[in-house]
């Protein structure tokens, strides 16, 4: 499948685009020969890899390292890094960061969340330097303390036009396409209608131009049980396990 850039994915809008996570060599080496579109180093290793509570405490470093590892895993996919909590709370810190993460990594595209009008202004810079940007809205996990946890948004009218809002704030600042996440499905549907960008959900229905999800989730990799929105497609943490305590007692014998 030949690689996919920028121009190639705001085609894909209304294509149902495929992006899977993914933090590791030896997983990057299989999802480079399947025909996915987009692969995220999210933050979210910092929860299914590095066992952390939340997002926040992931580093820069950390993005770093796990994004070196995917790249070399996955040469021919498009890549996404995110930009960490705390690595772009003011333009020029976040310059720094995404263009040491850009270059490092070899990735060809840097997710942040939030529409905030210093956000705004660190996307229209990043693009004009030649970075690509992703933008996300909806649920922001790097802010889930100041939510207040993990909920829907979307759900008044109030909520709903405001990211109505902060997506064609995104668009209009040079983001190539902009994750939904936990956003009601309405809302997310008619975000989607809107934007000349695709938008690409994660608990937001199916009406998005693309979905994202948590590989570990997909594949039940964790003892934890997956988000409601992600119906696993197997169990390999219960497979591992199985078939471990029989190589163990085989051994024993």
Do not use: W
């Amino acid at each position: 499948m030949k690689k996919l850039n920028v121009r190639d994915i705001k085609k894909l809008k209304q294509k149902n685009i495929q992006v899977l996570t993914c933090y590791d060599f030896q997983t990057a080496s299989l999802l480079n020969q399947t025909d996915l579109d987009m692969i995220l180093v999210g933050d979210s290793l910092g929860n299914v890899v590095l066992g952390y509570d939340t997002t926040v405490e992931v580093s820069l470093f950390e993005m770093e390292i796990f994004g070196k590892a995917v790249r070399r895993g996955a040469p021919d996919k498009f890549l996404i890094l995110d930009l960490p909590f705390g690595s772009y709370s003011t333009v020029h810190q976040g310059l720094k960061s995404a263009t040491k993460l850009f270059q490092s990594t070899k990735c060809e595209a840097i997710k942040l969340e939030g529409a905030f009008p210093y956000q705004l202004k660190l996307i229209e810079r990043l693009t004009q330097t030649g970075i690509p940007v992703m933008g996300h809205i909806g649920l922001t996990p790097q802010s889930v303390h100041q939510l207040g946890g993990y909920f829907t948004h979307g759900k008044n009218e109030t909520d709903a036009d405001r990211l109505m809002k902060e997506a064609l704030a995104l668009q209009n600042a040079g983001c190539f396409s902009i994750v939904l996440e936990m956003v009601e499905e309405s809302v997310a549907t008619q975000i989607s209608r809107e934007l000349k960008i695709p938008t690409i959900g994660i608990g937001s229905g199916h009406k998005t131009d693309g979905q994202v999800l948590v590989i570990n989730d997909l594949l039940k990799l964790g003892p934890k049980i997956p988000p409601k929105f992600c119906t696993p497609i197997a169990d390999l943490y219960e497979m591992k396990k199985v078939l471990i305590e029989k190589y163990l007692k085989d051994q024993r014998q």
